[in-house]
C-alpha cells in the first residue's frame, strides 16, 4: 500500500527535477520515492546490522560451525574471565 506524502518545492527546483526525470523515462513521484529509499537505506542501521549478522552467520556455516559449537565457545570465554 503506497501513501501520499507533501513536500514543499520550490519552482525551479521541482521544474528542474520533473525535467531531468522526464529524461530518464520516469516522474518526480519515482525519482523521490528513489531517493528516499536510497536515504533510509544508508542510515537505516539495523538493516546493516541484519546484513552482518546474515554474512557472518553464513561464513560460519560455510565452515560447519553450528550453534552448539557457538554456545560452547560463549561459555568457554565467559568462563575464563
Partial sequence: MTTQMIIRLDDE???KV????KAE???ASIVVRELLEGYVKDRD???YIDDLWRRAGGRLKAKGVNPEDIARAIREARAKK
Fill in 45 to 47: 542501521i539495523s538493516a
Fill in 25 to 27: 523515462g520516469k516522474n
Fill in 18 to 21: 520533473n525535467k531531468l526525470a
Fill in 13 to 15: 527546483l521541482k521544474e
